[in-house]
């Protein structure tokens, strides 16, 4: 499940023609930054959401063929990130999946991170297992850290602890979690907080350079680190 649907209103005035998924960097989208990383992943079918400017992230969509994109229309209304998979669940199925976010993206260090992320998976003690990466490796990031992660990978909320790590936009989950869900529009947080709360939110740190694009004048920062990131990976 790729997240697209949202209005990117930090990126204005960019965002005022084209929806945030759909900016460029270092000559690609940020939405197909995310989808090649799945597909290295060997992801075969990707839902996408849509609502600002869909016509755009359609179009642009169109061309590929792996992953397989399947659009999930919130034309309607803006659903925020667990109404968009609360919608999405019945194309999505009954097994744990990914989500990814299509306004971060990464440049893995080795073994690609959402591989690493699907071999730590174990259903049998998680709800959500979210992928993490540590200040030093992120470029654009400026609101402290999300979770302290135990030995074991558990996690719970750091509040800004410099120890900490951030979330770095993707994740799988098990749709059970969502068996009860409200239809309208909510966020994901809260299904983290019900994991923490039960023992059953766990994380694994990336391995490479992760980055956000925020605001105009991140751009060139972020097209920096990907220059960087690939010049150390050659």
Not at 149 to 158: F, I, K, Q, T, V
Request: with cysteine; net charge negative; charged share 20%.
């Amino acid at each position: 499940m790729v997240l697209a649907a949202g209005l990117g209103k930090r990126m204005r005035p960019i965002t005022d023609t084209m929806p945030k998924p759909l900016v460029r960097i270092a000559g690609k989208t940020l939405l197909d930054w995310g989808l090649d990383s799945l597909e290295a992943a060997g992801v075969t079918k990707a839902i996408v959401n849509v609502h600002y400017l869909p016509d755009q992230i359609v179009a642009h969509v169109a061309h590929r063929h792996v992953p397989k994109i399947v659009i999930s229309d919130e034309r309607d209304a803006l659903l925020n990130s667990a109404g968009g998979i609360v919608k999405a669940l019945p194309l999505l199925g009954a097994e744990p999946f990914y989500i990814i976010n299509a306004d971060t993206f990464w440049i893995d260090s080795g073994q690609p991170s959402l591989e690493r992320v699907a071999l730590a998976w174990d259903g049998a003690k998680m709800d959500i297992l979210l992928m993490l990466t540590d200040l030093d490796s992120a470029t654009g990031h400026c609101v402290g850290t999300d979770f302290l992660m135990a030995p074991d990978g558990g996690l719970r909320r750091s509040k800004g602890d410099p120890a900490g790590l951030i979330y770095a936009g993707a994740a799988i989950v098990d749709p059970a979690i969502f068996k009860d869900a409200p239809a309208g529009a909510h966020s994901l947080n809260a299904y983290f907080d019900k994991a923490i709360a039960s023992g059953r939110l766990f994380g694994m740190q990336m391995r490479g350079s992760w980055i956000t694009v925020g605001t105009p004048d991140a751009i060139p920062q972020a097209e920096a680190a990907v220059a960087g990131a690939l010049a150390r990976a050659v």
